[in-house]
Nanobody, 119 residues
Framework: VQLQASGGGLVQAGGSLRLSCVAS????????MAWYRQALGKKRELVAG???????NYGDSVKGRFTISRDNAKNAVYLQMNSLKPEDTAVYYC??????????????WGQGTQVTVSS
């Protein structure tokens, strides 16, 4: 499974960005899609996740500001980020849990996209 993420960049505090991630390859179904982030010198943390047909969940620091969504027809997951703060600066990674046609569960990660929020 390959993941292609896009949409990162530089934005001023209070601004918005939208990240996209598209999965391709040997996919029978997508069980869970999520965004994580890792700031310099810090551990990777969950930003938001969404199960197939389930409600989304968010990290405490982004609740009310970020929205995760998915398009099952496109095997895509999106992260709309509003009211961005300098502390949101990090490399953002998409993560997808898939089932292959043979029944294998795969945990895949995108290459990461940099989000920088200036004050």
């Amino acid at each position: 499974v390959q993941l292609q993420a896009s949409g990162g960049g530089l934005v001023q505090a209070g601004g918005s960005l939208r990240l996209s991630c598209v999965a391709s390859g040997s996919i029978f179904s997508i069980n869970h899609m999520a965004w994580y982030r890792q700031a310099l010198g810090k551990k990777r943390e969950l930003v938001a996740g969404i199960k197939s047909g389930g409600s989304p969940n968010y990290g405490d620091s982004v609740k009310g500001r970020f929205t995760i969504s998915r398009d099952n027809a496109k095997n895509a997951v999106y992260l709309q980020m509003n009211s961005l703060k300098p502390e949101d600066t990090a490399v953002y990674y998409c993560n997808v849990l898939t089932t292959t046609p043979s029944g294998t569960i795969r945990d895949s990660w995108g290459q990461g996209t940099q989000v920088t929020v200036s004050s």
